[in-house]
Each structure stands twice: as structure tokens, then as C-alpha cells.
């Protein structure tokens, strides 16, 4: 088990950027894959970008690609998500996630067992 913990939430106008953070108990984070999912009001939880245990490969939303950056320092148990170029579209409640997974499913939420609190970002026009 780990557990997880957001921060770095804000309000920020359209435009700009934020880098939220995860932070992860244990000594297991190595061992997972990790994933940064979002939830709007009213929607449901989606995939956002997610990097591999080894930080080798990394797999992003086609809405986010080019704009956001997904990354972890496995040596501080930490995982990172720079947002830049927000848009008011990207408003939600972002939470970080830890599983294991092949290719195919790692854009699934199945695919994780634990989740952070999860931290609110919103965005203005």
C-alpha cells in the first residue's frame, strides 16, 4: 500500500500555469505505476497522463498533450504534473494514483488501487 497526497491547487487565470505535486508514503513508489486522473463537476473521472515505474515512458489525454508534463523523482517518493496554457476547460478536482498496468489500460482507472484526496484546481476565463 501507499498512500497519497495532492497539493498545489489553485485559481489561476486562463493562460497560465501550475506544477501540483503527489506525495507518496513507503518505500514501495518505485514499484508503481503512477497517474494523474481529474473530475469535473458533473462529469466523470477522467485520464490525464501517466508515467511508468522506471519514469521511461510517459502517456498523456490528447486534450492535455503538448501543455502538460507528468513526471516523479522516485529518490523523494514524489509525482509531479506541470500544467501550462491552462484553459477554463481544465477545472476539476486533479488526483494523483498509483497501480500497475500494461499499455493498453493504463489510461483506465481499473488500473489503480490507490488514490490521493485529490486537490482543486480552477481555472478562470
Do not use: H
Not at 45 to 73: L, P, Q
Amino acid at each position: 500500500q501507499v498512500q497519497l497526497v495532492e497539493s498545489g491547487g489553485g485559481l489561476v487565470q486562463a493562460g497560465g500555469s501550475l506544477r501540483l505535486s503527489c506525495a507518496a508514503s513507503g518505500r514501495t513508489f518505485r514499484n508503481y505505476d503512477m497517474a494523474w486522473f481529474r473530475q469535473a463537476p458533473g462529469k466523470e473521472r477522467e485520464f490525464v497522463a501517466a508515467i511508468r515505474r522506471n519514469g521511461g515512458a510517459t502517456y498523456y489525454a490528447d486534450s492535455v498533450k503538448g501543455r502538460f508534463t507528468i513526471s516523479r523523482d522516485n529518490a523523494a517518493n514524489t509525482l509531479s504534473l506541470q500544467m501550462n496554457s491552462l484553459k477554463p476547460e481544465d477545472t476539476a478536482d486533479y488526483y494523483c494514483a498509483a497501480g500497475s498496468a500494461i499499455t493498453s489500460t493504463i489510461r483506465r482507472l481499473e488500473s489503480y488501487t490507490n488514490w490521493g484526496q485529490g486537490t482543486q484546481v480552477t481555472v478562470s476565463s
